[in-house]
């Protein structure tokens, strides 16, 4: 169930604008091939556990407001004998081990945390699901721009979480309307985010890498090519009508 193997395992490599790059070599430290399914399970059990808030209840017929008076007499009716208008048995009665408010937090060592999303990165990177990104400089929120880097890198149909170094707002800001992306700081991603996606994009800048700026390819995008020859037709068109 758990893969010790210490093994070196490498990454695409991308520009902020979707130009391919030479691969990298992930640092050990963060990927050192390891996978522990039995923590991965622990650990995402448990984090979905917390995410419950516990406050689900019922009234038992203690709680339930009335009655008190008891509803025909014991004896001579034909019918079954009766206390109460609110026993179970009764419509607007009170509910039998019904739930109750309660705790469902789950509390684990931090070893194992770390232990379980190691293994998660190790999992995505044996997939070749791991991607680095040079570094996203975004002086502002822009989200067709990094809906360019999803669709150069094929992915944009893909869950992709996204983790830069740091916290980059304009960039968070960028993903928030794509419907199949996450961005988040990569020490604020947990097990969970990691088995959630099917790609991971990481900063080059979060996991201790320097990658030298590189020119980015220049293609014209088809799309507004064929809006302008569209266009074109329907102007054609109006004129001879």
């Known amino acids: ?7 070196t395992l490498n990454a695409a490599a991308y520009t902020a604008g979707g130009t391919a790059r030479d691969a990298v ?17 622990q650990v995402v059990k448990a984090y979905l556990a917390n995410q419950r808030q516990g406050t689900a209840s019922t009234k038992t017929r203690g709680l339930v407001t009335g009655g008190n008076q008891k509803p025909w007499k014991q004896k001579g009716t034909g019918r079954a004998r009766a206390g109460s208008t609110r026993s179970p048995v009764f419509v607007g009665g009170g509910t039998v081990f019904g739930p109750t408010p309660r705790d469902y937090a ?8 770390v232990l379980a999303r190691k293994s998660a990165l190790n999992a995505r990177a044996r997939e070749e699901a791991v991607f680095v990104i040079d570094a996203f400089d975004y002086d502002a929120p822009k989200t067709q721009r990094l809906t360019g880097l999803l669709e150069s890198m094929n992915v944009l149909d893909k869950k992709v979480l996204i983790l830069t170094d740091g916290n980059k707002p304009n960039v968070y800001m960028s993903g928030r309307n794509i419907p199949n992306a996450h961005v988040m700081p990569f020490t604020d ?11 991971v994009l990481i900063e080059s800048g979060a996991i201790g890498q320097s990658l030298a700026p590189v020119a980015e390819s220049a293609e014209k995008p088809a799309k507004k090519t ?12 109006k004129k001879e009508a």
Request: net charge positive; charged share 25%; aromatic share 8%.
């Open 106 to 113: 789950q509390r684990l060592n931090k070893k194992v945390k």
């Open 189 to 199: 991603a947990s097990t969970y985010h990691v088995l959630w996606s099917d790609v």
């Open 25 to 41: 070599t992930l640092p050990s430290d963060f990927f050192d091939g390891t996978v522990n399914m039995p923590v991965m399970h």
């Open 1 to 7: 169930m758990a893969d010790t193997e210490v093994i």
């Open 226 to 237: 064929a809006a302008k020859k569209t266009t074109a037709k329907k102007a054609a068109s």
